[in-house]
């Protein structure tokens, strides 16, 4: 479905983009497509099993996906990585912090396939991300904030968009109605600094966040950021 002008969300079980196994609404990410013109950026490439469906919900929405040149990994897990492989396989070109960039090409209890009863396909990332950089990638500037704590790799990505600041944001915040925080399941699950992720990231105004699950914010997001940080500094400490 079309988000925002020429930036569309083309993967996500929970609001029913997308469907795995019966039951499962946490086993695809929310996928995202950004069309800058110069070509199609892909945030998050779903589990894997979903991938026809990912590119039979561009070929609606007119995108060719033939055209995508970059995918951007927000964390190692199988709902947002799984399917990565299977779009390097395509060309496209893998970016990722570090801490992702290693435990995807590991494949290993990071990506976290055990909790799908799933085997992760390790995958080479093309390009590795640094905090605070700033990438230019068919024409658009994205500034990287690694934020871990839900995972060792979780990043945020930020770019202008039609006027409106955006961000991407992974699992670093939980869905409405689903907890305020992503799965602390993970094998690098880290509270401490989940929290110290959750006050840099309470401080940045934003006007549009797409998370990795579940609906979407247009109305003061940093609002939402703050009850997490609020919430983590009340049930963590």
């Not at 110069?38 to 590119?55: A, H, K, N, R, V």
């Not at 990565?84 to 290693?102: C, D, S």
């Not at 871990?148 to 990043?155: D, R």
């Not at 929290?195 to 797409?210: G, N």
């Amino acid at each position: 479905m079309q988000l925002l002008r020429h930036i569309y969300q083309i993967g996500g079980d929970l609001n029913g983009i997308t469907f795995d196994e019966p039951d499962a609404l946490w086993n695809d990410g929310n996928s995202y497509i950004v069309d800058t013109g110069e070509g199609l950026i892909l945030f998050d490439c779903g589990c894997g099993d979903t991938f026809d469906q990912l590119l039979a919900n561009m070929r609606y929405w007119g995108l060719n996906p033939d055209n995508i040149r970059y995918a951007i990994l927000t964390h190692p897990h199988f709902d947002h990585a799984g399917g990565a492989y299977l779009f390097r396989q395509r060309g496209v070109r893998l970016l990722a912090i570090r801490e992702t960039a290693e435990a995807v090409a590991a494949g290993d209890e990071r990506c976290c396939g055990y909790l799908y009863h799933k085997t992760f396909t390790p995958v080479e990332v093309d390009q590795v991300l640094v905090d605070g950089e700033e990438i230019c990638l068919a024409g658009l500037t994205i500034t990287v904030m690694h934020l871990p704590g839900h995972s060792m790799g979780c990043t945020a990505f930020f770019f202008l968009w039609d006027g409106k600041r955006v961000v991407i944001s992974g699992d670093v915040i939980g869905t409405l109605l689903s907890g305020d925080f992503g799965w602390s399941g993970s094998i690098d699950f880290n509270k401490t600094l989940y929290i110290d992720s959750l006050r840099r990231f309470a401080r940045i105004d934003t006007d549009v966040m797409l998370p990795g699950h579940g609906m979407s914010y247009f109305h003061q997001p940093r609002r939402r950021v703050e009850d997490a940080l609020n919430a983590a500094l009340m049930q963590w400490r």
